[in-house]
Each structure stands twice: as C-alpha cells, then as structure tokens.
C-alpha cells in the first residue's frame, strides 16, 4: 500500500521560505504525477503544482513565483519550497499521487494523498 | 484558470436521504472531472473520476454524471459516514488544476 508522509517545520517566518518534504513508501516514485495541495484553515483546496518523475514540472500560475518543486528518485521522496510567505500562506499542505492521465490530459486525479502537515507563518 | 462552481456550498440531510451536489465548470472540461470527501482532519479521498466511474473501494450508493460542463455527484441513500465535505476538481486543464469550493453535507 502506497503511503505518502509529509515533514517540515510547521512555523516560518514572513518573507522566508517554505520547506517541505513528502517521502513515499510502499511503491515506486518512478511513473506517476507527485504533487503538493493545500488548504487554509477552514477552506478549500489549492492546488499548488505538480512534478513528473523525471523531472519536468507544473506550477499554479498564481504561485508560479514563488514555487519549487524538485524529486530525488534515489531517496523516493519530493520536496515543496514556497518563497516569500505571508500569511496568506498559512494552511495544511498536503503532498499527493497522480499517475498518467488519458486522452486530452496528461495527469488523472488524485489517488494517495498524505495526512497534510499544518504550516503556520507567523513572526 | 478554469473555475469549479459548487452548489450548494452546505446543506443538512437525513440518513437514508438522496442527495445531489452539482459542480459546474467555466468552460468545457469533457469528462475530466472527479469527486472527492473530506472528513475534518483528514485528507481528500477520491471518489469518482472520469466524471462516472468509482474508485476502486467506494460503495455503489456514490455515483456521478455529466460531461462538458455541468456534473452532479449523487449519494443514493445517505449513511452516517458519508457526512463530509465534497470536492469537484477538473484536471482537463493540466496546466492549472483547480478545485470547487466545496460542498458541506451536515446531519438534519
């Protein structure tokens, strides 16, 4: 059974930037869409971007800016690094699996997700 | 960015009740859209994809329809476990996913 875990710290300061981490288990990194998700306290669901495992990535558009998204095959894990946070950045983020997608689209939904880790950004 | 318009955003229900929750999209997405439930505390779980087909695990009570741009996730007889929040999300336009806003459902 495939499990996703995330870690990092859970408070950074304004206009730092966000680390986290999200480490697979159970399965193969290789062939799937990994991605990060967020969600502000008592909101909805942000996407956030998503990266292949060969590398080749996907960003939001609206955090386009500030967002890095970068896997190492050799640890089976992927990273989320969000810079110059407000609060605004404040919620549980989320890592999450997609494999390929059919047709018109290159990613499916979202089928393993971690349990979210809450970021608070905060001086 | 395509926009995911839910509806309603709550409401209450009773167990055994049918209930329908609708998720319309900006533009034209054909089929690609899935259905996800969040529990409080909990990750997203899906549902539905390709706008009509279970997930593997899910009860049968879950169904969806739809195509273009106007879907519905129905919940044939409500069960205790099934009061969440649902999620629509598009993935036609993989460059910039996007979410609804989603859909309460709370015991009557």
């Known amino acids: 059974q495939v499990q996703l875990q995330e870690s990092g710290p859970g408070l950074v300061k304004p206009s730092e930037t966000l680390s986290l981490t999200c480490t697979v288990s159970g399965g193969s990194i290789s062939s799937y869409y990994w991605s990060w998700i967020r969600q502000p306290p008592g909101k909805g669901l942000e996407w956030i971007g998503y990266?292949?495992?060969?590398?080749?990535?996907n960003y939001n558009p609206s955090l386009k800016s500030r967002v890095t998204i970068s896997v190492d095959t050799s640890k089976n894990q992927f990273s989320l690094k969000l810079s110059s946070v407000t609060a605004a950045d404040t919620a549980v983020y989320y890592c999450?699996?997609?494999?390929?997608?059919?047709?018109?689209?290159?990613?499916?939904?979202?089928?393993?997700w971690g349990q979210g880790t809450l970021v608070t950004v905060s001086s | 960015a395509i926009r995911m318009t839910q509806s309603p955003s709550s409401f209450s229900a009773s167990t055994g009740d049918r209930v329908t929750i609708t998720c319309r999209a900006s533009q034209g997405i054909s089929s690609y859209l899935a259905w996800y439930q969040q529990k409080p505390g909990k990750a997203p779980k899906l549902l539905i994809y390709a706008a009509s087909t279970l997930q593997s695990g899910v009860p049968s009570r879950f169904s969806g329809s739809g195509s273009g741009t106007d879907f519905t996730l129905t919940i044939s007889c409500l069960q205790s476990e099934d009061f969440a929040t649902y999620y629509c999300?598009?993935?036609?336009?993989?460059?910039?996913?996007?979410f609804g806003g989603g859909t309460k459902v709370e015991i009557k």
């Open positions: 990266i292949y495992y060969s590398g080749s990535t």
């Open positions: 999300q598009q993935y036609y336009s993989y460059l910039a996913l996007t």
């Open positions: 999450a699996r997609a494999r390929d997608g059919v047709g018109a689209t290159i990613v499916s939904p979202f089928d393993y």
